[in-house]
């Protein structure tokens, strides 16, 4: 896993295999209210078994979760 600032999201990035020069494509996996990129890339450990070819990235939300200083959300649900 490689962290990486994207934009202004800071992102965690599981590469694909190391026998292909670049990705064929890109999974980009969101998370939900609360959590963190990190919580999801666990989910492609199991997929690039299959998938070797490509590149998962995850990224956290942009603000600090107001229910919980521990996640992110991707906007305010007190609107």
């Known amino acids: 896993m490689k962290n990486k600032v994207i934009g202004k999201l800071q992102s ?3 590469p694909q295999n190391e ?5 064929d494509g890109i999974v980009i996996l969101i ?7 990190r919580d999801l890339l666990s ?3 199991n997929w690039i078994k299959d998938m070797p070819a490509l590149a998962f990235v995850s990224p ?3 603000d600090e979760c107001e229910a919980s200083s521990l996640g992110r ?3 305010s ?3």
Request: charge should be negative; glycine fraction near 12%; proline fraction near 7%.
């Open 77 to 79: 649900l007190q609107n």
């Open 19 to 23: 026998k292909y020069s670049e990705p």
């Open 60 to 62: 956290d939300a942009p």
């Open 12 to 14: 965690y990035i599981l």
């Open 73 to 75: 959300q991707w906007f």
């Open 31 to 37: 998370h939900g209210y609360g959590a963190n990129g």
């Open 43 to 45: 989910l492609a450990d």
